[in-house]
């Protein structure tokens, strides 16, 4: 006489994980269709003639078309001056950002005094100001130095938001690495700065990554500072964005072909990064010190 094995019953702590399991991907996969859909919808819309991107029923099957994109790098309209405005003042004010939060980041780690979480609570509010109550003057200080619609201008605005929020990331990344390591590469022979560069600095390259790309980004899609202190010669992507919005009406498809120009660039930065991106997100450095 044979018997069949039967498999032991799930317990209710196995029961527990795998229905916690199937809610966190049932979330993942809504997050998933609320970011990707509006962003695909755009990037189809932007590949339509104008006739479809107005019509009111939606064709999802169409002969698609760069025009859109022509006349947004072509004509009158000429996107190449906005396009470059933005990487110049977003691409330096991002360098200059990762770079001096590196040296204030380290020096505030490693300082030992009273009072230091206080002030890098307060480095972290400046950040924290909108911009509409630091717009004026702002304003008034670049005007009486004759730096509005320069781009170091802009540069130098938005370093004065990114600088912050970069020394307090990097603070927390550099308190993470034991002192230890600077005095072995000393003992060794280095100095202080040789320690700190060739030492540090590569331990912390997902910080220093992730503090890039972030800074990058909020001065890409900044708008308000771009209004405020630019001119007709520093005019970045978002105005050229917004210059599309008239009283005679809404131009969709370049609308919606700027968008994609202004999003894809900044995904494709993430992708290119992302393993040092998800490094840095993952460590203790979005905790602050």
Request: with cysteine.
């Amino acid at each position: 006489m044979t018997t069949s094995a039967t498999a032991p019953a799930a317990g209710p702590l196995e029961r527990g994980t795998r229905t916690s399991r199937t809610v966190v991907r049932v979330v993942m996969g809504i997050a998933l269709l609320w970011t990707l859909v509006p962003l695909g919808w755009m990037l189809l819309s932007s590949l339509k003639p104008t006739a479809a991107v107005t019509a009111a029923t939606p064709d999802v099957w169409f002969a698609p078309t760069l025009d859109n994109y022509r006349s947004l790098f072509t004509g009158a309209n000429n996107l190449w001056p906005y396009l470059r405005n933005s990487v110049l003042a977003a691409g330096l004010s991002a360098l200059l950002a990762t770079a001096l939060g590196a040296l204030a980041g380290y020096g505030l780690a490693r300082t030992r005094m009273r009072g230091k979480h206080h002030l890098s609570f307060w480095i972290i509010s400046t950040r924290m100001a909108p911009i509409a109550a630091v717009a004026l003057p702002i304003f008034l200080i670049f005007r009486s130095v004759g730096l509005i619609d320069t781009v170091p201008g802009l540069v130098l605005a938005y370093l004065s938001f990114n600088l912050p929020f970069a020394i307090w990331l990097l603070s927390a990344f550099f308190a993470e690495l034991p002192p230890s390591l600077e005095e072995s590469a000393q003992v060794a022979g280095c100095t202080h700065w040789q320690s700190f560069w060739y030492v540090i600095l590569p331990l912390t390259r997902p910080g220093l990554v992730t503090t890039f790309v972030l800074c990058l980004v909020f001065s890409w899609n900044d708008y308000a500072f771009a209004l405020v202190l630019g001119g007709p010669h520093t005019q970045t992507l978002p105005i050229a964005a917004s210059q599309l919005v008239t009283q005679t009406g809404i131009d969709w498809g370049q609308l919606t072909a700027i968008g994609t120009v202004v999003v894809v660039p900044m995904m494709l930065v993430g992708l290119a990064v992302r393993r040092w991106l998800v490094t840095g997100l993952t460590m203790g450095a979005v905790t602050g010190e």
